[in-house]
């Protein structure tokens, strides 16, 4: 593994050459990397936990949050689901070389479109150590080298997750710098980084909208954006509510720091006067701060719950909360939810409860987004639960990928002709 220790140009410039020799690795030795990674994780787990709790000590003196405090710590679990999840990426297929088309050209010419690596990714992320070795494991197998900027906060655990990345790329015989960890946090390398037009291929950050701005005012790399998610939860007039019920729970609390927990929630007029009430019991149980429109505050105040929500202000609608709140607001028709969706939404994820097949397929046909669900929560969106093994983020845009940015993500393609002395006429 390789860190800061001249420029960051001379660090891409290492990771460029390296990209070389890793995409014409076999899978086998790609595979090996991999799985003596994942078996370092576990047999060095007291080495991580010990960098994570200096973090976490360092973090808890700064204040970040509870949410921000979640996303950065490490136990002995979340190591082995790492681990797992780097496991699995192993057993996956390798992209590279996977034939997308084939055929013979009216010409005589053999052509074959076939997969290959993009050649060098760099990762810019905020506290969520995991994503060293999440990101790391991604790009080996898609025959990546990988540049890591992690923030501050993460700074020890991501340097000892990268080491244990880099030592056990190295032994198993791929080129020492397919793994490397810039050990800077500021805006200068930032912008240093996303300006390597020569040796980096693709950027992605994976942060928050600060992030994407500065990113947006100085790169001239490629940019595959990890964006936010302002995940909506629409309850349709014909849903289950018993099932919208668990649904919306667990989109809003199962983990509300992360980008696919839902952040508003959606109900129709005609069951928001049984559905809301109801909603509002559980929520209020679970902690959840409720910022109602004033049709839903009607209905809380009638039947005795409005004490305990907040009037919702325009910028909550827009608002990634990240945190145990929830923006709640009732909708006097299906097209009313999508038209909500499409003015806020960040196209991310988002959810319809419903028994209508044809609300279903209006809302799939309505809603632009990278994942859109019917009668399931947002929280589904990511890699792991896509069968991708990991993700290094979920791209909102529609160029080059969208959504869980997988293997193939990682990945463009090269047209390969074959011919005996043709010549064009």
């Known amino acids: 593994m390789a860190t800061v220790a001249t420029s960051v140009a001379d660090v891409c410039r290492s990771a460029k050459r390296a990209s070389r020799a890793l995409a014409q690795s076999e899978t086998a ?21 010990a960098a994570n709790a200096l973090d976490m000590e360092l973090a808890r003196e700064a204040q970040i949050g509870e949410s921000l405090l979640d996303r950065l710590r490490l136990d002995e679990q979340r190591i082995a689901a790492i681990a797992g999840a780097v496991r699995e990426i192993a057993a996956l297929p390798d992209p590279v070389g996977e034939l997308i088309e084939g055929r013979r ?4 010419l053999q052509m074959r479109k076939v997969r290959v690596p993009l050649g060098v990714v760099a990762v810019i992320y905020e506290a969520r150590p995991n994503v060293t070795i999440d990101a790391a494991a991604l790009c080996l197998k898609s025959g990546n080298a990988i540049v890591l900027r992690g923030s501050s906060q993460a700074l020890h655990s991501n340097a000892a997750l990268a080491r244990i990345a880099g030592e056990s790329t190295e032994a198993a015989g791929l080129p020492r710098d397919c793994v490397c960890l810039l050990a800077g946090s500021g805006r200068e390398d930032l912008a240093e980084l996303a300006t390597q037009q020569d040796s980096v291929d693709l950027v992605i950050p994976r942060g928050g909208e600060g992030l994407k701005a500065a990113l947006r005012e100085v790169a001239s790399v490629p940019v595959m954006y990890a964006a936010s998610g302002n995940c909506h939860v629409y309850v349709d007039a014909s ?9 919306v729970m667990n989109a809003k609390t199962q983990r509300p720091g992360v980008c696919n927990a839902a952040e508003t929630l959606l109900v129709h007029e005609d069951v928001a006067g049984e559905f809301i009430p109801r909603v509002l019991g559980r929520l209020n149980g679970a902690g959840v701060l409720v910022r109602a429109d004033e049709r839903a505050l009607a209905i809380a105040a009638a039947a005795g719950a409005g004490e305990a929500l907040e009037q919702a202000t325009e910028e909550d ?3 990634e909360y990240l945190s145990l709140t929830l923006a709640v607001g009732v909708v006097s028709s299906l097209e009313a939810a999508i038209e909500h969706i499409g003015r806020y939404g960040s196209g991310h994820s988002e959810a319809i409860l419903t028994r209508d097949v044809g609300s279903a397929r209006a809302f799939q046909l309505g809603v632009d987004a990278a994942c859109v669900y019917v009668n399931a929560s947002t929280r589904f969106t990511d890699g792991g639960e896509f069968g991708m093994g990991a993700e290094i983020g979920n791209s909102t845009q529609k160029l080059h990928a969208r959504g869980p940015i997988g293997l193939r993500e990682l990945c463009t393609f090269k047209y390969l002709l074959e011919g005996d002395g043709h010549v064009r006429a």
Do not use: F, H, P, T
Request: hydrophobic share 60%; charged share 20%; with cysteine.
């Open 317 to 319: 609608w827009a608002c």
């Open 29 to 49: 030795v790609k595979d090996a990397a991999l799985l003596a990674i994942a078996a370092a994780l576990q047999d060095r787990c007291g080495e991580i936990l």
């Open 239 to 247: 849903a289950d509510l018993e099932k919208a019920l668990g649904v």
């Open 105 to 108: 050209l009216a010409n005589g």
